[in-house]
């Protein structure tokens, strides 16, 4: 089966082909970056106005890389969760634009589930494991019993890691997406510089959840309080001491949720994932089976979105083209609690 994955959740403009959730036949990605670079953060409007004005292009590219014609494609699938509204609004309704028009079968995918995706586009990966999925908009642990099987164990009480990233970064002016850029400057810096303080979360039914905005009010408003004075307060030294906390926030409440599960392998997934730092602390771990995508697969792209929808059209669950976009996540359980919308 060939699916035509469709996302535009935030500032991608992506659509794939993939061929029964594994082969990716094309992958095409275009970005917003420099779009929204020059106000330090994605503008929903601009992203919106440039995924409206790039789809069909994107689209007809994704078909054309994989030397097939839209009769050849035998199902869509498109992100319709969560994201900026009217950013997933273009993606979804022209993907079930196509579909009616075509009379192909169609499937909404969560996006978060996409990128838990991302790693099986590249590897058979046996259930169950624990999730790790972390971006600009979510940070989530999970344990993950099927595809479609998710039960999160644990999330961000405030800022998403990624959001802390773009927020620390947009503050010392080190450029946009922050991420990337200080991942790259701590790569130069020593993460004794500076020691922030950890989160301490006590409160009943939080026990895996994380939380950022201590971090980012101690790297912004307090830094000197931090800071070890026998280190220049250099942006690379700045980078790596923020990143090696941000990090030990995650891997704290991670290796948490693999004593109490006793599952070993853990999946990670989002632009988080990409991270340097994460994946070298995960690689310690020998005891541990750690996969990430590829690094291309971990920021948003479609063919995460294409391999999930096969998965979903191939067990016969076909969403209804009245399906609508959500701009908060869903599908998934929590622990303890029913899922909300
Ligand atoms: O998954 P993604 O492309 O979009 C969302 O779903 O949000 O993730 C984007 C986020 C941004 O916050 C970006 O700064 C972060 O992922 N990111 C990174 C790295 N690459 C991207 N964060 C840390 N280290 C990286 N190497
Ligand atoms: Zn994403």
Redesign the pocket.
């Given at each position: 089966m060939k699916i035509l994955g469709i996302e535009s959740?935030?500032d991608?403009t992506a659509a794939a082909v993939v061929e029964d959730g594994r082969t990716i036949l094309s992958n095409v990605i275009a970005t917003q970056i420099p779009f929204h670079a020059v106000y330090n953060g994605v503008v929903p409007e601009i992203a919106s106005r440039k995924h409206t004005e790039w789809i069909l292009p994107v689209v007809r590219q994704a078909l054309s890389e994989a030397s097939i014609s839209m009769n050849e494609i035998d199902g869509i699938a498109a992100t319709n969760c969560p994201?900026l509204m009217g950013s997933l609004l273009v993606g979804l309704t022209f993907a079930k634009t196509l579909a009616w028009a075509t009379g192909k079968p169609f499937a909404a995918v969560n996006?978060?589930l996409g990128?838990l995706y991302a790693a099986h586009l590249v590897q058979d990966i046996r259930y169950p494991y624990l999730g790790l999925l972390?971006?600009?908009?979510?940070s989530i642990i999970c344990k993950v019993s099927d595809f479609d099987d998710i039960e999160i164990l644990g999330t961000t009480m405030d800022d998403?890691?990624?959001?802390a990233?773009?927020k620390v970064?947009k503050f010392y002016n080190f450029g946009y997406?922050?991420?990337?850029i200080?991942?790259k400057l701590a790569k130069n810096g020593d993460p004794r510089a500076a020691k922030f303080p950890l989160p301490k979360i006590n409160k009943e039914g939080h026990r895996y959840d994380v939380s950022y905005s201590g971090l980012k009010t101690a790297v912004i408003n307090q830094i000197d309080q931090f800071w070890n004075p026998d280190f220049p307060r250099t942006p690379e030294n700045i980078a790596a001491s923020f990143?090696e906390t941000a990090i030990e926030i995650l891997l704290s409440r991670l290796f948490r949720a693999i004593e109490d599960t006793g599952l070993t392998t853990v999946v990670a997934?989002?632009?988080?994932a990409?991270?340097?730092?994460?994946r070298e602390r995960l690689a310690e771990r020998s005891d541990l089976n750690c996969i990430f995508p590829p690094l291309k697969l971990?920021?948003?792209n479609g063919a995460m979105i294409a391999g999930l929808g096969f998965r979903y059209l191939s067990s016969g669950k076909a969403s209804p083209l009245s399906s609508n976009a959500c701009a908060r996540v869903q599908g998934f359980r929590r622990l303890g609690r029913t899922p909300a919308c």
């Amino acid at each position: 089966m060939k699916i035509l994955g469709i996302e535009s959740s935030c500032d991608e403009t992506a659509a794939a082909v993939v061929e029964d959730g594994r082969t990716i036949l094309s992958n095409v990605i275009a970005t917003q970056i420099p779009f929204h670079a020059v106000y330090n953060g994605v503008v929903p409007e601009i992203a919106s106005r440039k995924h409206t004005e790039w789809i069909l292009p994107v689209v007809r590219q994704a078909l054309s890389e994989a030397s097939i014609s839209m009769n050849e494609i035998d199902g869509i699938a498109a992100t319709n969760c969560p994201g900026l509204m009217g950013s997933l609004l273009v993606g979804l309704t022209f993907a079930k634009t196509l579909a009616w028009a075509t009379g192909k079968p169609f499937a909404a995918v969560n996006h978060m589930l996409g990128h838990l995706y991302a790693a099986h586009l590249v590897q058979d990966i046996r259930y169950p494991y624990l999730g790790l999925l972390v971006s600009g908009g979510h940070s989530i642990i999970c344990k993950v019993s099927d595809f479609d099987d998710i039960e999160i164990l644990g999330t961000t009480m405030d800022d998403a890691a990624g959001e802390a990233f773009d927020k620390v970064a947009k503050f010392y002016n080190f450029g946009y997406p922050g991420g990337v850029i200080i991942d790259k400057l701590a790569k130069n810096g020593d993460p004794r510089a500076a020691k922030f303080p950890l989160p301490k979360i006590n409160k009943e039914g939080h026990r895996y959840d994380v939380s950022y905005s201590g971090l980012k009010t101690a790297v912004i408003n307090q830094i000197d309080q931090f800071w070890n004075p026998d280190f220049p307060r250099t942006p690379e030294n700045i980078a790596a001491s923020f990143q090696e906390t941000a990090i030990e926030i995650l891997l704290s409440r991670l290796f948490r949720a693999i004593e109490d599960t006793g599952l070993t392998t853990v999946v990670a997934g989002g632009g988080v994932a990409a991270n340097s730092r994460l994946r070298e602390r995960l690689a310690e771990r020998s005891d541990l089976n750690c996969i990430f995508p590829p690094l291309k697969l971990c920021t948003d792209n479609g063919a995460m979105i294409a391999g999930l929808g096969f998965r979903y059209l191939s067990s016969g669950k076909a969403s209804p083209l009245s399906s609508n976009a959500c701009a908060r996540v869903q599908g998934f359980r929590r622990l303890g609690r029913t899922p909300a919308c």
